[in-house]
């Protein structure tokens, strides 16, 4: 039997019929032995792409395991050994990606000279190309910054002109962490007045739709969300609703005693509310918008 008649018996191999005649139509056939050669080269490379099919539905699978781990360990704000957990999780990785998330984990748990090692370690792991250097240099000077802050014994308040400048430079470009967390240390500091912009689903598309037919369950959910928290020196407040006019933060203990009261300015979404000088506790932080509540969440405060 030729090789060419057992490629028609099999229907995986029926596509390389039309090959086979192509090479069968030289003026100069091919032996047995050379078509045999280029069978044996077209099953190698199947083999080949169907190993590459089967490593990157691996990667695949563990890329969206590892990303349901961090959301677990993320969305546990009461539990502060659950960024312990995140921070082993991703030490355990060998990205780029987790290296960054790792050093702001470290941030987050207060660990300076952790974060600042790993950080100016990175270069020495990665070939980077511009865009990974960029990213590089601005995580660089924001920690730069807090190690200053660190060594000055200081806090926000004690930044420099030169520390601001950089802070601004990072605010207005970066679209990373370090930029996220720039803005909020000069909106902190009064430095910076930032609006979210809030992008709503057009006309006709299948978002829109969506959102007209879950409005009546989202009306349900609470428009606040806080964070960091637990906190120490200061919390976010953000405003998930489009029409942040005339809002009121109050903030009670667990006796339900008024704590602090502040006002957010008109169209701003996102409001730094300091709570350095209140008391370790749980608290309740409640949010007015013309006169209405608009959410109420659990804040705890830990020094």
Not at 68 to 94: C, F, G, H, I, V
Not at 127 to 146: F, G, R, S
Not at 162 to 188: P, V, W
Request: glycine share 6%.
């Amino acid at each position: 039997m030729l090789i060419k008649d057992i490629l028609v018996a099999n229907p995986q191999a029926a596509k390389s019929v039309e090959v086979m005649d192509k090479v069968d139509e030289k003026s100069q056939p091919f032996t047995q032995e050379m078509l045999a050669e280029i069978l044996l080269g077209k099953y190698m490379v199947a083999a080949k792409e169907k190993l590459e099919a089967q490593v990157g539905w691996y990667r695949h699978s563990r890329e969206m395991a590892l990303k349901r781990l961090k959301q677990y360990y993320l969305s546990d704000t009461l539990n502060p050994t659950m960024m312990d957990s995140l921070a082993d999780l991703l030490a355990q990785e060998n990205g780029l990606q987790e290296k960054y998330e790792l050093a702001f984990v470290y941030l987050k748990n207060g660990q300076l000279t952790e974060a600042t090692n790993l950080i100016n370690g990175l270069t020495n792991q990665f070939t980077l190309n511009t865009q990974q250097q960029e990213l590089y240099e601005e995580t660089q000077d924001y920690v730069e910054i807090l190690n200053d802050l660190m060594d000055a014994d200081t806090n926000f308040t004690g930044l420099t002109e030169d520390h601001k400048t950089i802070l601004h430079y990072l605010a207005g470009t970066s679209q990373t962490r370090a930029g996220s967390y720039a803005r909020n240390i000069l909106m902190f500091i009064g430095e910076l007045d930032y609006s979210e912009p809030i992008l709503l689903p057009e006309e006709g598309l299948k978002s829109s739709k969506a959102f007209e037919m879950t409005e009546a369950v989202i009306k349900t959910y609470s428009k606040v969300k806080l964070y960091p928290n637990p906190a120490r020196d200061f919390v976010i407040v953000e405003l998930l609703t489009g029409n942040a006019t005339g809002s009121e933060i109050s903030l009670f203990d667990n006796l339900g005693r008024l704590i602090l009261i502040s006002n957010i300015p008109a169209r701003e979404q996102q409001y730094v509310l300091p709570i350095k000088k209140i008391d370790t506790g749980v608290y309740i932080v409640n949010v007015k918008c013309n006169g209405k509540t608009i959410g109420s969440e659990k804040l705890t405060i830990s020094k």
